[in-house]
């Protein structure tokens, strides 16, 4: 997949409580979530975000919290990519989960809000189109990749249990 | 090359004679649960697949966060869990009045044996493993698999090793120990990896500090936290009816691989407070030379809300008053500790300070309600995360620290040392 869009620049250690603030999690709803993404860290997110723009920050994205909520957030947001230099590990399962693509790569360092950036999330490419850098991504482990390719954990819960 | 007690009980649940770090491994989980919060959607995806849970007896089901129910949305949220428990007649769900915060009460109630391979979809479910299991935190969506499958597939995690050796200085208990780490590796400083706490220290441990340590492994980023059982372990499971025939003790061997090995010597430590906004920003308590004037102080949560907790604080309480203005939160974590508090008379000494004691829940540790924070107010609390907004309004300040800590705070108004507070 080919993603191009703008960029969301956060720093290392973007929590889940910033991502969706608990008092927000009476609900799962997607739509609801979106509304209150990113609400603790960045109060203009929520308002100004368009479909198909990026996050990408430092380490430690999505410390914290198990809340899936965060990932359904960021993805109902409109968001078709977080590129962080690592992710906390629940949110990284969380984010292949619900099916928002996560890369793993230090281009944060390259960007100020608003670049844009092109992925190709099968190669690991990114490509900050203000200068022509080319950054490398981090390999999705073969495990995670047919886990994608199945249909995620659902489809593969399906197979398991015959179903 | 020897294994981990993590690998070991790794390879065991997959059916393995030994496994490697970085390995994906599908494995057999002895425990699944969830709560209030993360439950509708692991749920949604059971009844989505259309078919039973894995097994009655292995799951659980535990509304802790919002409970009693904060507004109509979670009470909305409980009705959902309430209404497929019983649909499906699931055993090990509590309601009101019996339900304590989940890493209370599993141990408590028996539910955690060493060598058990336990997820539940709550970043905190690492605090098991100071009974010697392998316990995780996941989604909803990964427990969901769990509880129809029976199954979860886990990266075989490097080990971090820490040994804790010297002798516990007066008042300092599991959480300055794990505040202290924290604050020497940093809240990624164990990102995907095991941390296995080892050493004298441990050993002297009382399995409440090892509960409050383990649990908070997910804030270096860690994937487990874990304590090989010892007599200490045995004693604890005997207490709840449980022999030493009915689990299995496995240990690290002699020549496993570590990716670190740090050694601490406790005798250096005092009291610990970690500073807004990460639980890295740690400070011995006497290095503290500004003061910090409180709001709230709150006594609770899955890290500290045990009897022993209390105990600690109503040692530094009694016969003193909370300080003009700050309003002091005890929340017992189960109605077992509640229970036993009320007995020793720890209660009285609690409301004659002026403190205000709440019903078992999960409550204000990550600002669902009972003691939510207004714009610049400052808490001490003996919960796990002093994240922006995490207790309230996203220009509160938390400072984590223990319940003796938070106690003599209580009483002076600011942060202090409990030997300012009992002379």
Avoid at chain 1, 6 to 28: C, E, F, G, K, Q
Avoid at chain 1, 42 to 59: L, M, R, T, Y
Avoid at chain 2, 296 to 316: H, M, P, W, Y
Avoid at chain 2, 405 to 420: N, Y
């Amino acid at each position: 997949m080919i993603i191009k869009g703008r960029v969301w620049v956060y720093p290392d250690n973007v929590d889940t409580d910033v991502i969706i603030p608990a008092r927000y999690l009476n609900t799962s709803d997607p739509e609801e979530l979106a509304k209150h993404c990113m609400e603790d860290i960045d109060e203009s997110f929520a308002k100004e975000v368009k479909k198909g723009d990026i996050i990408v920050a430092g380490h430690n994205f999505g410390s914290g919290s198990s809340r899936e909520h965060a990932p359904i957030a960021i993805k109902a947001s409109g968001v078709a990519c977080v590129i962080a230099k690592s992710f906390s590990r629940i949110f990284y399962r969380n984010a292949f989960n619900i099916g928002l693509p996560i890369l793993e790569s230090d281009v944060v360092d390259e960007l100020e809000k608003f670049d844009e950036i092109e992925v190709d999330t099968e190669k690991g490419r990114i490509r900050v189109l203000k200068n022509g850098k080319v950054f490398k991504s981090s390999v999705i482990p073969d495990f995670m990749q047919n886990l994608i390719e199945s249909g995620g954990l659902f489809n593969y819960a399906k197979k398991i249990l015959n179903v | 090359m020897g294994m981990t007690i993590s690998q070991k009980i790794l390879a065991k649940k997959s059916h393995r004679g030994g496994v490697k770090p970085g390995e994906i491994v599908m494995a057999d989980v002895d425990l699944a649960f969830a709560n209030d919060i993360t439950a509708p959607i692991a749920i949604d995806f059971v009844k989505r697949l259309g078919v039973d849970v894995f097994d009655k007896n292995k799951i659980a089901l535990i509304p802790d966060h919002f409970t009693p129910n904060k507004d109509i949305s979670s009470a909305n949220q409980c009705k959902i869990m309430r209404d497929f428990v019983k649909e499906r007649d699931l055993p090990n769900y509590w309601e009101s009045g019996e339900v304590g915060i989940e890493h209370a009460l599993l141990p408590e109630q028996g539910f955690v044996r060493p060598g058990m391979l336990i997820v539940g979809a709550d970043s905190h479910t690492c605090t098991h493993g100071a009974l010697g299991a392998f316990a995780t935190g996941m989604g909803s969506t990964d427990v969901g698999f769990a509880f129809a499958t029976g199954k979860s597939w886990f990266r075989v995690p490097e080990s971090m090793k820490f040994v804790y050796k010297g002798k516990r200085n007066k008042w300092v208990v599991g959480k300055d120990l794990i505040l202290y780490t924290i604050g020497k590796i940093g809240v990624a400083g164990a990102l995907y990896k095991s941390m296995e706490f080892t050493g004298d220290a441990i050993r002297e441990l009382p399995m409440e500090d090892r509960l409050t340590m383990c649990n908070m492994a997910i804030e270096a980023g860690a994937k487990n936290g874990i304590v090989e059982p010892d007599d200490v372990t045995i004693e604890y499971l005997k207490e709840r009816g449980i022999e030493e025939d009915q689990y299995e003790i496995l240990k690290s061997e002699g020549d496993a691989e570590y990716s670190d090995v740090i050694e601490i010597d406790v005798s250096n430590i005092e009291p610990q407070v970690a500073f807004p906004h990460l639980p890295s920003n740690v400070r011995g308590v006497s290095e503290i030379k500004e003061d910090i004037k409180i709001d709230q102080a709150f006594i609770g949560s899955c890290t500290n809300g045990r009897i022993s907790d209390l105990r600690e604080a109503a040692k530094v309480l009694k016969g003193n008053k909370v300080a003009k203005y700050v309003r002091l939160i005890i929340i017992p974590a189960t109605v077992e500790v509640y229970r036993q508090a009320l007995k020793e008379g720890l209660f009285d000494i609690f409301l004659d300070a002026g403190a205000v004691i709440s019903t078992p829940t999960c409550g204000p540790c990550l600002g669902g309600y009972m003691g939510i924070l207004a714009d610049g107010e400052v808490c001490v609390s003996t919960s796990n995360r002093n994240f922006v907004g995490r207790m309230g309004s996203k220009k509160s300040f938390i400072y984590l620290a223990s319940p003796a800590v938070a106690a003599a705070s209580a009483v002076a108004g600011k942060i202090v040392h409990p030997d300012e507070v009992v002379k």
